[in-house]
């Protein structure tokens, strides 16, 4: 079974600066989707940025950056210029080759202070 | 609508009662899934659809839960003989095929069972 770590229940950052977000995974597939989904108050989960674990590049998308360590089996979320409406619970999540069903992780709460 | 909606928004039922959940996908979106988000975790995955017929129902709890798709659009989620620790948000999600496809979420429904 595949398990997703997130080990900072809670975080926070001043505007426009740099956060980090850890996230670990237990899997023995080597073909697998890692996925960044943030939860406003609103409840509705928008997907923030994806990677395809046979890709060794980084994803990037705009602000957003994550840090893939397939040995490590790390999938670390960089948030850039961080704004207020980066606050949120973020959700690392996993999904193995040609199944369906994601695994999250029991999520990040980020706070931004202006 | 645009997105992936769910009614009802909040419902409050009383332990032994029955509920449906409804899911509206987006329009021509093959693939929904439920999840159930307990408070301060993240989303568990519930069951899957491909079309109209349940391709993976492994996360359903136990014989009290059942969905269905009859027409291979709408979703309704079923619990029979609510219990208290049924309550959580159950969430709804689409996507335009299976695999890596982005997984569009709705709001959520929130059930409370007293």
């Known amino acids: ?114 | 609508g645009a997105g992936v909606s769910q009614t009802p928004s909040n419902k409050v039922t009383e332990k032994g009662k029955y509920v449906e959940l409804r899911c509206d996908p987006i329009s021509g979106h093959t693939a929904l899934y439920w999840y159930r988000q307990s408070l301060g975790q993240g989303p568990e995955f519930l069951i899957y659809f491909q079309g109209t017929g349940a391709a993976d129902d492994s996360g359903l709890p136990n014989d009290r839960f059942f969905a269905v798709r009859p027409e291979g659009s709408v979703s309704t989620l079923k619990i029979q003989r609510t219990e208290r620790g049924d309550s959580a948000v159950y969430l709804c999600a689409s996507s335009w095929g299976t695999g890596n496809n982005e997984q569009f979420f709705g709001p959520g429904t929130r059930l409370t069972v007293l």
């Open chain 1, 1 to 114: 079974a595949q398990t997703v770590t997130q080990s900072q229940p809670e975080m926070s950052v001043q505007e426009a600066e740099t956060v980090t977000l850890s996230c670990t995974y237990d899997t023995s597939e080597n073909n697998y989707y890692l996925f960044w989904y943030k939860q406003p108050p609103s409840r509705q989960m928008i997907l923030v940025i994806r990677q395809e674990a046979y890709k060794q590049q980084n994803a990037t998308e705009n602000r957003f950056s994550v840090n893939f360590q397939k040995a490590a089996k790390s999938f670390s979320l960089k948030i850039s210029d961080s704004q207020l409406g980066d606050t949120a619970m973020y959700f690392c999540a996993f999904m193995k080759l040609g199944n369906n069903d994601m695994r999250f992780g029991a999520g990040t709460r980020l706070t931004v202070k202006p």
